[in-house]
C-alpha cells in the first residue's frame, strides 16, 4: 500500500502541494484529476521518489521514502514503472534499447530481453520497431515505446503520466485495455494521471480529484459522475462556470 | 549593488559546493561496479578521435606562429633568430599546449556534454533513468569523466609534438635556422619535468570541464532556452576557471619543482 501524509511542496514562489493526503491500495487502478498545472505530475513523482517534498510523508509498505539514502532509493524505485508526460525516450538508443534499458538492471539474460523487447512492443502495437531511433517515431509511437518501458520488468507499481494524451482514440482505448489486462493478469498497482475522463472511468478503481494543493475528493467512477461536490461537477462537466475560476482574459 | 554582489557571491559559493559534491559522487560511482565499459569507450572515442583534427590544426598553427613571432623579435633585436626553437619548445609544452587542448575541448565536447546533458534534464530522460534504476552521474558523468582524463592529456601530448613541428617548420624553412640548431635548442634545456608539469595541468584541466560541464547540464531548467544559458554559461566558466587556475597550478608546479 502506498500513503501519501500531509504531503507540501512549494517552487519558489509557486506553492504546488499544499497537505496531500491519500492512501493507494495495492492492486488497485487510482487515477488522479485535476486541472492543468494544478500538481498531479509533481504528487506522481513524490510517490516514485523523484521530488522530495518540503514537509510530508510517503510510505510503501510501511517504509517511509522521503527519507531514503540516494542508494535505497535507488532500489525503491526500481519497483515503479513510470510513463513520462512526453515519453522521456533516450534521444541516443533505438526503441528496442529503450525498451531494454531497464531489463539490463535487472540481470535478464540477452534472449530473455530481446523476447521481453518484443513482447512488450508488440503488446502497445509496435512490432517491429525495434530499430528506429525515436526521432523517427511520431508523438503516439513515442508514447507507446514509452509505455513498453514502463512495462517491460514487470513492476509493482505503474505510474502513467497522461497515458492517452496524443493518441487516437482507438489506440487510447486500445491502451485502456492494456493498463486493465496488466492489473487483472499481473495485479499491478496504477497510478494515472490524466484529463481523459472517459479513460479514467474505465481503468480506474477510484478516481481523486487534486484542487487547490489537496485531494478533495475520492471515490469510484460511479460516486465521481454522482457527486455533489461543485468543483468536481464543474471539472467533470467540463464548464467554464462554476467555483473554479481560471485567469483569461475577457474577448 | 551590495545585494547584487552578495548574490553573486552566494551562487558561486553554491556552485562551488555542488562542483564539489558532483566530483565527490562522480569519484564513487567510478569505482563502484559494474563499470559500463562500452560507454567509456564511446566517449573515448567522441572526446578524443574526434577532437583530434581541430586540436591538431590548431596547434600546427600556433607553433608556426610562435616561432614566426619569436625569431622575427629576436632578429630585430639579436640581429639573429637565437633560441626560437627553445622558446616555442618551452611555451607549447608548459603553457600553450595544455591550455590549447583544454580551450579546444572545451568548445567541441565541454558544450555537446552541457547541451547534451542539459537537453536530457528538460526532456525528463534524467528522471526516466532514475526510475530504471539506473543513476544518472554513474552512467553520464563517470564515462565523461573518466574519458576527459584520459584523453585531454593525450591530445596535449599529441598537440605538443604537432606544434614543435609547425616551429620547426617555420624555423628552418622561413627562418632559416639549421634544423640541428633548432633540434637542439629545442631538446637541449628541455627536462622531462617540463613534460609533466604540462600533462599535470592538463589532467585538472580535463577535470573542470567534466565537472563544470555536467554540472551545468544536471542543473539546467526552462526549456530549449534553458539549454542555450547552461551551454553558454558552461564555457564561459569552464574558459575562466581554466585560465585562473593555470597560475596557481603553474606556482604549485614550480613550487614542487616540477618544470
Redesign the interface.
Known amino acids: 500500500m502506498i500513503k501519501v501524509e500531509d504531503l507540501h511542496k512549494t517552487f519558489a514562489e509557486n506553492y504546488v502541494l499544499r497537505g496531500v493526503n491519500l492512501e493507494i491500495r495495492d492492486g488497485e487502478t487510482i487515477t488522479i484529476i485535476g486541472g492543468s498545472g494544478c500538481g498531479k505530475t509533481v504528487l506522481l513523482?513524490h510517490i516514485?521518489?523523484?521530488l522530495k517534498p518540503d514537509k510530508g510523508k510517503i510510505y510503501i509498505n510501511s517504509t517511509e521514502i522521503t527519507s531514503l539514502t540516494?542508494h535505497e532509493l535507488?532500489?525503491y524505485?526500481?519497483k515503479?514503472?513510470?510513463l513520462?508526460?512526453?515519453s522521456?525516450?533516450?534521444?541516443s538508443l533505438t526503441a528496442g534499447e529503450n525498451v531494454a534499458?531497464?531489463l539490463h538492471?535487472?540481470n535478464f539474460n540477452e534472449k530473455l530481453i530481446k523476447k521481453k523487447v518484443s513482447d512488450c512492443l508488440g503488446h502497445v502495437g509496435l512490432s517491429g520497431v525495434e530499430d528506429i531511433k525515436p526521432a523517427e517515431l511520431s508523438g503516439g509511437m513515442k508514447k507507446r515505446v514509452a509505455l513498453a518501458?514502463a512495462i517491460a520488468y514487470d513492476p509493482e507499481y505503474i505510474c502513467y503520466d497522461e497515458p492517452t494524451t496524443g493518441l487516437d482514440p482507438i489506440m487510447a482505448d486500445a491502451i485502456n485495455e492494456l493498463i486493465i489486462h496488466l492489473q487483472k493478469t499481473l495485479k499491478v498497482t496504477s497510478i494515472v494521471v490524466t484529463h481523459d475522463l472517459s479513460s479514467a472511468y474505465k481503468i480506474s478503481n477510484r478516481i481523486a480529484m487534486l484542487y487547490d494543493g489537496k485531494i478533495i475528493t475520492l471515490g469510484s467512477p460511479e460516486e465521481i459522475k454522482k457527486t455533489s461536490n461543485e468543483y468536481v461537477k464543474q471539472f467533470i462537466t467540463g464548464s467554464i462556470n462554476g467555483p473554479i475560476k481560471l485567469k483569461l482574459k475577457e474577448f | 549593488m551590495i545585494k547584487y554582489i552578495s548574490n553573486k557571491f552566494y551562487n558561486f559559493l553554491d556552485g562551488l559546493s555542488k562542483g564539489v559534491t558532483l566530483l565527490y559522487q562522480t569519484l564513487l560511482y567510478m569505482f563502484k561496479p559494474p563499470i559500463d565499459v562500452k560507454n567509456i569507450i564511446d566517449q573515448l572515442f567522441e572526446i578524443g578521435a574526434r577532437s583530434f583534427p581541430v586540436t591538431a590544426l590548431t596547434s600546427f598553427s600556433v607553433g608556426m606562429v610562435l616561432a614566426l613571432q619569436s625569431g622575427s623579435s629576436a632578429i630585430s633585436v639579436l640581429n639573429e633568430p637565437l633560441y626560437v626553437g627553445t622558446i616555442v619548445a618551452f611555451s607549447i609544452v608548459k603553457e600553450l599546449g595544455p591550455v590549447l587542448a583544454a580551450v579546444v575541448v572545451t568548445g567541441r565536447v565541454g558544450a555537446a556534454i552541457t547541451a547534451e546533458i542539459g537537453?536530457?534534464k528538460v526532456?525528463?530522460?534524467i528522471?526516466?533513468l532514475?526510475?530504471?534504476?539506473?543513476?544518472p552521474i554513474k552512467y553520464l558523468a563517470v564515462p565523461r569523466f573518466i574519458s576527459l582524463v584520459i584523453m585531454l592529456p593525450l591530445l596535449t601530448a599529441v598537440s605538443n609534438v604537432i606544434s614543435i613541428l609547425g616551429g620547426f617548420i617555420v624555423g628552418v624553412y622561413k627562418l632559416d635556422i639549421p634544423s640541428t640548431i633548432y633540434w637542439a635548442d629545442t631538446l637541449d634545456f628541455m627536462d622531462i619535468e617540463d613534460l609533466f608539469h604540462g600533462l599535470i595541468k592538463s589532467v585538472c584541466f580535463a577535470m573542470i570541464i567534466a565537472l563544470v560541464s555536467c554540472h551545468k547540464g544536471f542543473e539546467c531548467h526552462g526549456g530549449a532556452e534553458g539549454v542555450g544559458r547552461a551551454t553558454t554559461s558552461s564555457v564561459v566558466t569552464v574558459l575562466v576557471l581554466i585560465l585562473v587556475s593555470d597560475y596557481f597550478l603553474s606556482a604549485i608546479l614550480v613550487a614542487m619543482g616540477i618544470g
Open positions: 513523482k516514485v521518489g523523484l540516494e535507488g532500489e524505485q526500481k515503479f514503472g513510470y513520462f508526460q512526453g522521456a525516450l533516450f534521444d534499458f531497464g538492471n535487472m518501458r | 537537453t536530457m526532456t525528463e530522460q528522471d526516466a532514475r526510475t530504471l534504476g539506473t543513476n
